[in-house]
Nanobody, 124 residues
Framework: QVQLAESGGGLVQAGGSLRLSCAAS????????MGWFRQGPGKEREFVAV????????YYADPVKGRFTISRDNAKNTVYLQMNSLKPEDTAEYYC?????????????????WGQGTQVTVSS
């Protein structure tokens, strides 16, 4: 089993920045890709960003391209999401997810482990 714990959420004004962290524990050697997803009020969970095991490959959802950066430190079993130029529409619960499968995916249902989420609220 793998446990994921997010941190770093909070309230920020539009244009501001936040950095989310997700610490993994347990059978971390089994983790391949790690991703960030978000779910706004009344919305479905949506893909934000994903990073490969090596960190060399990253993919972003169009709404966050150029503003968000995903990174990981395998020595610390931690993945990060640096969020800049935040907008009110970025307000959501942000979830970290880990995939033990061999390919990188942006589909929530294909991830094996999920964190509890951290709330990000961007005020206008």
């Amino acid at each position: 089993q793998v446990q994921l714990a997010e941190s770093g959420g909070g309230l920020v004004q539009a244009g501001g920045s936040l950095r989310l962290s997700c610490a993994a524990s347990g059978r971390t050697f089994s983790i391949n890709a790690m991703g960030w997803f978000r779910q706004g009020p009344g919305k479905e969970r949506e893909f934000v960003a994903v990073i490969s095991r090596s960190g060399r490959n990253t993919y972003y959802a169009d709404p966050v391209k150029g503003r968000f950066t995903i990174s990981r430190d395998n020595a610390k079993n931690t993945v990060y999401l640096q969020m800049n130029s935040l907008k009110p529409e970025d307000t959501a619960e942000y979830y970290c997810a880990a995939d033990v499968g061999p390919t990188i995916t942006t589909t929530p249902g294909e991830y094996d482990y999920w964190g509890q989420g951290t709330q990000v609220t961007v005020s206008s």
